[in-house]
T-cell receptor
């Protein structure tokens, strides 16, 4: 079974600065999807960014970008120009081709004004 | 933008009672899922559903759980006899199957907070 590991239970960043959240995963598959979801205090799960494993180019969405290292099975999220509204729990997730999805334990991000 | 909706937002029930959590997936989506998140813990997969049958379930999804698509729009999770440890946030998600490669992104509903007393 696939496992997803987020080794940072909590992270803190100063407003306007950059922070990187780590995620590693374990799989024997060659094709899969990776995601970062944001969970604000409202508890809703909001998709931040996704990456297809067959694509070498790192996905970007405005201030959010990933560093996808397939050989190392690493999928980190970089948030640039951090804003107060970025404060939330961030979950890394892995999905196999058969739609089996697994989440990491989450990283709580605090943004300091 | 289309979204997944869930009702109720908060459900309080007595231990041993049956509860039904309701979800309306995005209309052209074909895969449906339930996840749960016990307070302060990670999101856990429960079950996936496609073509009117369960395609995969986790070890959490035991005989007290069932899912159903009673009509063309709703997707429900039933817990037959709730236990205290069933208290959690339950998320529904849906995805549209892509034809060529893999499957599409799962979009989550806002969740139903279940409290078992």
């Amino acid at each position: 079974a696939q496992t997803v590991t987020q080794s940072q239970p909590e992270m803190s960043v100063q407003e306007a600065e950059t922070v990187t959240l780590s995620c590693t995963y374990d799989t024997s598959e060659s094709d899969y999807y990776l995601f970062w979801y944001k969970q604000p205090p409202s508890r809703q799960m909001i998709l931040v960014i996704r990456q297809e494993a067959y694509k070498q180019q790192n996905a970007t969405e405005n201030r959010f970008s990933v560093n996808f290292q397939k050989a190392a099975k690493s999928f980190s999220l970089k948030i640039s120009d951090s804003q107060l509204g970025d404060a939330a729990m961030y979950f890394c997730a892995y999905r196999s081709l058969n739609n089996d999805m697994r989440f990491g334990a989450g990283t709580r991000l605090t943004v300091k004004p | 933008e289309p979204e997944v909706t869930q009702t109720p937002s908060h459900q309080v029930t007595q231990m041993g009672q049956e509860v039904i959590l309701r979800c309306v997936p995005i209309s052209n989506h074909l895969y449906f899922y339930w996840y749960r998140q016990i307070l302060g813990q990670k999101v856990e997969f429960l079950v996936s559903f496609y073509n009117n049958e369960i395609s995969e379930k986790s070890e959490i999804f035991d005989d007290q759980f069932s899912v159903e698509r009673p009509d063309g729009s709703n997707f429900t999770l039933k817990i037959r006899s709730t236990k205290l440890e069933d208290s959690a946030m339950y998320f529904c998600a849906s995805s549209e199957v892509a034809r060529d490669f893999g499957t599409d992104t799962q979009y989550f509903g806002p969740g139903t907070r279940l409290t078992v007393l």
